[in-house]
């Protein structure tokens, strides 16, 4: 077994313990993309964004999940989600200028990545 799997079954014997706990079921999710279960990942994120819906992070996780899926649409949503919580978040800016560029969508992938390189001019992209 490698790291990713041991992962997984220490992230669920955690949660079998403490079931509610979000950055539990992101780590979870985050082994389970690593994996490759990407519908096992989606359901871990989800379950953390549940318990605490303004954690920007868990919203890009659940993105780049989609991504991994193929699914832009929903990665465009997810990424709208982290950036409508927290707008100066340069990260999930760049993540919706990437996924926007992806779907042809220039002019909002420009728009999201000019505001990113305000708050965070010294980034490399």
């Known amino acids: 077994q490698g790291a990713p799997e041991k992962s997984v079954q220490a992230f669920q014997a955690a949660l079998a313990i403490w079931p509610d706990e979000p950055d539990w079921h992101a ?20 379950s953390a964004i549940d318990a605490d819906p303004e954690n920007t992070e868990y919203w890009q996780i659940l993105g780049n999940i989609k991504i991994d899926e193929q699914d832009f649409e929903a990665a465009k949503e997810y990424f709208n989600q982290a950036v409508k919580r927290f707008p100066e978040n340069a990260k999930a800016l760049e993540s919706l200028a990437l996924i926007n560029q992806e779907m042809g969508l ?17 980034t490399p992209r």
Do not use: Y
């Open 106 to 122: 220039l002019d909002g992938a420009i728009s999201s990545l000019k505001k990113a390189v305000i708050l965070e001019p010294q």
């Open 27 to 46: 780590q979870a999710g985050i082994s389970q993309q690593h994996l490759k279960r990407f519908a096992e990942a989606a359901r871990h994120l989800e």
